[in-house]
């Protein structure tokens, strides 16, 4: 079966997340690879709690707070303009080398490409822009839509939506282990793309699909499910 859409994760997926330590090292923090590796987790644990207590703050704010977080527990002194900046960094994170390839692979076969992200849609829409690929994506579906985040089902639930199909018909691609068990869970063909060989999740539902970097992921989405 013809996938509908292919429809990607951003941050981590298409976007280089650790990229962002370029940035942390010239405001002068120490050791930038671990206090980007600690922002984005406390990133994703406000965004966790966030939907958890039907709270919602869009991802913009929760980048702010998750990097004042930071700064207070590594003994980080930065300024209002250098904490600004920081985040206004996630604006110019370059794409992955395999990325624009992939993408303009699918797009040879018809396939409509789209995104999935919790960050809100001006800025998913700048780091795109800034990336070179938002030409390629049909659309850019954000959390915002529904106030909650991955991997709450109303998030994936957008997609099908978009597209008018169900959700067997998407293929699913993410970086992020627990996001790729959520779309799994869903009911999407997930391909999981494990570029650093992490360790596989053991809460089942697993992905369909284990890819080495998206030069793999034409064969999963053109073959037969």
Same mark, same amino acid.
């Given at each position: 079966?013809?996938?509908? @859409? &292919? ?21 002068? &923090? ?31 704010? +929760? ?27 996630? $604006? ?9 390839? @992939? %993408?303009? &692979? +699918? ?23 800034? @990336? ?21 089902? $109303? ?6 939506? $978009? ?27 997930? @391909?999981?793309? !494990?570029?650093?060989? !992490?360790?596989?999740? *053991? %809460? +089942?539902?697993?992905?369909?699909? *284990? ?10 989405? *053109?073959?037969?499910?």
């Amino acid at each position: 079966m013809a996938a509908a @859409a &292919v429809v990607f994760d951003l941050y981590g997926t298409i976007l280089t997340i650790e990229s962002m330590a370029v940035h942390v090292d010239a405001a002068g &923090v120490g050791d930038a690879p671990a206090f980007v590796a600690d922002w984005r987790r406390k990133q994703l644990e406000y965004a966790f709690l966030s939907s958890l207590a039907q709270r919602y703050r869009d991802f913009d704010e +929760l980048t702010a707070l998750a990097l004042e977080h930071t700064c207070a527990q590594r003994a980080v002194a930065l300024d209002v303009q250098q904490r600004a900046s920081l985040v206004e960094a996630w $604006r110019t994170m370059p794409a992955y080398g395999d990325v624009a390839p @992939a %993408l303009r &692979v +699918l797009a040879g076969h018809g396939v409509p490409l789209a995104v999935l992200t919790n960050g809100t849609p001006i800025s998913a829409d700048a780091a795109l822009e800034h @990336a070179g690929v938002r030409a390629l994506l049909a659309d850019v579906l954000s959390v915002e839509a529904v106030r909650a985040y991955k991997p709450d089902p $109303r998030v994936y639930a957008l997609a099908i939506e $978009r597209f008018g199909c169900a959700p067997h018909e998407i293929v699913f691609v993410s970086s992020n282990g627990w996001d790729a068990w959520g779309a799994a869970r869903f009911g999407f063909r997930v @391909a999981w793309c !494990n570029r650093v060989r !992490n360790a596989p999740e *053991t %809460l +089942l539902p697993a992905p369909e699909a *284990t890819l080495a970097g998206l030069h793999e992921l034409e064969r999963f989405v *053109t073959g037969p499910p």
